[in-house]
């Protein structure tokens, strides 16, 4: 599998990224390396709040895969990001807006997986309030950036354990049953429902914008702190666990991969082209959910047509 980073090419305008991990977003400032802006955004609470399940790992050391592949790490400022506080998604996106001129790249990664049923603070089921409704709030409010910075891309991290899930629409927030694992697997199916649905509509727009869902592998990360077991069979196999670099490379390749354009709304393996279940291709459950999950979130359902502005290439 190749490698890849964030990396452009000498003398071109620095590109504008925003990376959700569990760790604060950070924004390179080099000029001299050309890298551009690289940011990563948090399913963190703050401090006080870290007595729920939509926690994540403090901020990482100088050492942390971001910094390694990040030349200007010397100039890495940090942001916290939320994703089960609608409040800190939203005041998360105004002071990108207030920062940042352009964004290009958009890679909805954070999450939560298997935790035991809890609320986030909107009072949505855990898996799906983190892992679907709030990448689904935030590129709601970075779309009309990544509309006056197109070419852009939106790189959303499902998992192959998306195809044992299912969109219960009578029980989308676990109240009626619940069983951790599923949930995980019905908001994985949803990375990918929203990715299609998205890439749909946005093609339909003339945006400029493309859209991918990638199975990153099973990756070394702290996503299985709720589960003993999982935390067990992720040791008993270490060996053929992905380190965090190598388990960004298919999501790098999304991000960055010329001639990509022609395959928005595809979902990626290991740079590939990946098949996705019968429920994953289903139009109608996409739409619906679009729909409901609009209706959750409070924001209109044609949010597309309504982030309007004219196309812009970087120069």
Known sequence: ??????????????????????????????????LGHLAAASAAAPASRRDGWGTAPAPPSPLSPVHRCTPNQEDAVQRKLDLADTKSIRAFAKRFLEEEK????LINNAGVMMCPYSKTADGFEMHMGVNHLGHFLLTHLLLEKLKESAPSRVVNVSSLAHHLGRIHFHNLQGEKFYQSGLAYCHSKLANILFTQELARRLKASGSGITVYSVHPGTVNSELVRHSALMRWIWWIFSFFIKTPQQGAQTSLYCALTEGLEVLSGNHFSDCHVAWVSAQARNETVARRLWDVSCDLLGIPVDWLMMAAGPKRSLK
């Not at 452009?8 to 050309?34: K, L, N």
């Open 102 to 105: 352009h964004l290009h790249i």
């Open 1 to 34: 599998m190749p490698s890849f980073g964030l990396h452009f090419p000498e003398g071109s305008t620095p590109r504008v990224a925003v990376v959700y991990q569990g760790v604060a977003w950070r924004r390179g400032r080099s000029r001299r390396a050309q």
